[in-house]
C-alpha cells in the first residue's frame, strides 16, 4: 500500500515538468518566436514569385509547420477581433481550393474560354472526360501551397499584443537594412556574381534579398512610413539623442538617407514612382502628427513648427535625387525619361488581358492560370522572344483568374482598408497621433497596392508576408505619449521606456 501511494504521489512531479514544457511552447512569447524566425526564413528564402525556384523546398514545409503551429493557439478571441482578415485569407483558400474540384463533363465544357479545350477533347475521344474549373490544375495547385505562407503569417501576428508587434516592426526594418546592405554589396560586386540569390533574377541591379529590382524598390520604399512610425512610437524627445526616440530619430534618417539613394539607383521606375508617393505622404504624417506646442506660442510659429520636418525631409529626398541623377547612378531617372520596348509590351498586355477575363467572365481562368492561359489566346502582333508569367497589374489578373468571386474579394480588401483610412484621416490630428501605427500601415499598404497595378509584388511570399503584418497593425492602434506635455513640460522621460496604449 505504502509502495502504492509513493507512486501515486510521484505522478504529478513527472507530469509538471512536461505540462511546463507545454505551456513554453504554446506561450506568446514563443509564438512571438517562430514568428521572427519564419519572417528571417521567408525574406531569405522567398523573394521570387516564381513556383520553380528551389528555395521552395525549404520555404513551403517549414510555412506548413508554422501555420500547424499557430493553429494550435488559436482562440475564437483572436479571430473575432480580426475577423475581416481572417474572413479574407479563409475565402481566399476556399476559393482557390474550390477551382480544383473536378466537374463532370456537361457542365465543364459550357463554362465560358472552354471551348477550344473541348473540341480538342472531341477530337481526342475525351469528351467523357472530368476536369477541374481551373485550366492549369498543376498552378492551381501551386497557388494553393503558396498561401500557406501569408496565411500562417496572419495566424501567428493576430495573437501578439502590442508590444510584440512593436519588436516585429523593429525585425521588418531590420530586414530592410539587410536587404539594402546585400543590395550594396552586389552593387561592388560581379554583376552575376554568387550574391544574387536566386538564378533568373535582375543581374546587374541591387536586388538584395530579392530576384526583381522592382520588388526590392518597391519593398525599401514603403520602408519609409515604417522607419518614421517605429521612432514615434518611442518615448522622449527628437533633438534629445540621449532619449529612446531621439536615437530611434536619428537611426531613422540615417536609414532614410540609405535607402533613398539605393532606390534611385536600381533602375526601377516603379519603385521611383512609389519613393516619391512614400516621401509626400510620410511628410504629410509628420506635420499632421506633429506636437502642436506650447500655448504661449503664436499660431504662426506653431504652424512653422509643424511643417519644418516635413519641409527638411521633402528637401532632402529632392536634394539627394539630384545627387544621384548628378552622378549619372539614377537609372530610375534615366529609365523614366527613354523609351523602354519591355514597358511598352506591357502597357499592349492590358487590353488583351482585359479580354481575356472578359471572356471567362464569371467564373475565371484559374488561381495561378495566367501563363498558360495568356499563351493560348496571346495575338501574333504581341509575339516576343521573352514569355510574359503575369499581367502586370494584379487587379486585372485577379479578375481574369477569380472571375466574379475574386474581382468581389478584391474589392471588399480594397473597401475595407480604404474605409480605415478615411476613419483615421477624417478624425483629425489627434486620431492620427493616436493611431499612427494604423496610418503609416496604411501608407506603406497602399504603396504595395499601387505598385500592383503595373507589377505584382504581392506574388512573392516576402512582401505578401510583409502586407499581411501592414494588415494587421492597420487594427493595432497605439497610443503615442502627451509630446506637448513631455517636451515643453519640466519633466524629462526616462530612458528606454516604451509606449504601452494599445487597443
Known amino acids: 500500500m505504502m509502495e502504492t501511494a509513493h507512486a501515486v504521489s510521484d505522478r504529478p512531479r513527472h507530469s509538471r515538468p512536461r505540462g511546463r514544457v507545454l505551456e513554453r511552447i504554446l506561450s506568446s512569447r514563443a509564438r512571438l518566436g517562430v514568428l ?46 480580426y475577423w475581416p482578415l481572417v474572413t479574407i485569407a479563409g475565402v481566399t483558400v476556399v476559393l482557390t481550393a474550390v477551382h480544383l474540384i473536378p466537374l463532370p463533363p456537361g457542365i465543364w465544357q459550357s463554362l465560358p474560354g472552354r471551348e477550344t479545350i473541348a473540341e480538342l477533347d472531341a477530337l481526342l475521344g475525351l469528351k467523357d472526360q472530368w476536369r477541374p474549373l481551373t485550366l492549369d490544375p498543376q498552378a492551381t495547385r501551386n497557388a494553393l501551397f503558396a498561401l500557406a505562407t501569408p496565411c500562417a503569417v496572419l495566424v501567428l501576428g493576430i495573437q501578439l499584443d502590442a508590444r510584440q508587434h512593436e519588436k516585429l516592426l523593429t525585425l521588418i526594418l531590420g530586414l530592410g537594412v539587410l536587404t539594402a546592405i546585400w543590395g550594396l554589396l552586389q552593387l ?24 526583381n529590382r522592382n520588388h526590392q524598390a518597391v519593398f525599401l520604399a514603403s520602408l519609409i512610413p515604417v522607419m518614421y512610425c517605429w521612432a514615434q512610437l518611442a518615448q522622449g524627445l527628437w533633438k534629445d539623442i540621449g532619449t529612446t526616440r531621439g536615437k530611434r530619430g536619428a537611426m531613422a534618417m540615417g536609414g532614410m538617407l540609405l535607402l533613398i539613394p539605393l532606390i534611385l539607383i536600381t533602375g526601377s521606375r516603379s519603385g521611383l514612382l512609389m519613393l516619391v508617393f512614400s516621401a509626400c505622404v510620410t511628410a504629410a504624417l509628420i506635420t499632421v502628427a506633429a506636437p502642436s506646442g506650447n500655448r504661449r506660442r503664436t499660431h504662426r510659429s506653431s504652424a512653422l513648427a509643424r511643417i519644418a520636418p516635413a519641409a527638411v525631409g521633402v528637401v532632402v529626398v529632392a536634394g539627394l535625387g539630384l545627387v544621384t541623377i548628378g ?20 502597357a499592349d498586355l492590358l487590353p488583351e488581358t482585359w479580354r481575356i477575363a472578359a471572356d471567362m467572365f464569371p467564373w475565371g481562368a484559374g488561381i495561378g492560370s495566367f501563363d498558360d492561359v495568356y499563351r493560348m489566346h496571346e495575338v501574333d502582333a504581341l509575339l516576343r522572344p521573352s514569355y510574359v508569367n503575369h499581367a502586370h497589374n494584379d487587379f486585372l489578373e485577379v479578375l481574369m483568374a477569380g472571375g466574379l468571386l475574386g474581382a468581389l474579394l478584391l474589392i471588399f480588401t480594397i473597401m475595407l482598408f480604404a474605409v480605415r483610412g478615411w476613419a483615421i484621416w477624417r478624425a483629425g490630428r489627434a486620431e492620427i497621433r493616436t493611431n499612427i501605427r494604423p496610418a503609416t500601415a496604411l501608407t506603406a499598404l497602399a504603396i504595395l497596392f499601387i505598385a500592383s497595378l503595373i507589377d505584382y509584388p504581392l506574388r512573392v511570399p516576402a512582401l505578401a508576408s510583409y502586407a499581411v503584418l501592414l494588415a494587421i497593425w492597420t487594427g493595432k492602434g497605439t497610443q503615442v505619449a502627451d509630446l506637448p506635455l513631455r517636451e515643453h513640460g519640466p519633466r524629462r522621460t526616462r530612458r528606454g521606456q516604451h509606449s504601452e496604449h494599445g487597443s
Do not use: N, W
Not at 47 to 72: E, F, H, K, N, T
Not at 327 to 346: H, K, M, N
Open 36 to 81: 521572427c524566425a519564419f519572417l528571417v526564413t521567408i525574406f531569405l528564402t522567398g523573394g521570387s514569385s516564381r513556383a520553380d525556384m528551389q528555395s521552395l523546398i525549404l520555404l513551403r514545409p517549414v510555412s506548413l509547420l508554422a501555420l500547424g503551429y499557430g493553429l494550435l493557439t488559436l482562440s475564437r478571441k483572436h479571430i473575432r477581433q
Open 188 to 211: 561592388m560586386g560581379s554583376p552575376r556574381g554568387p550574391l544574387y540569390l536566386y538564378s533568373l533574377t535582375s543581374y546587374g541591379s541591387p536586388v538584395g534579398l530579392f530576384a
Open 327 to 346: 552622378l549619372g547612378r539614377d537609372r530610375a531617372f534615366e529609365r523614366l525619361i527613354g523609351s523602354d520596348p519591355i514597358a511598352d509590351t506591357r
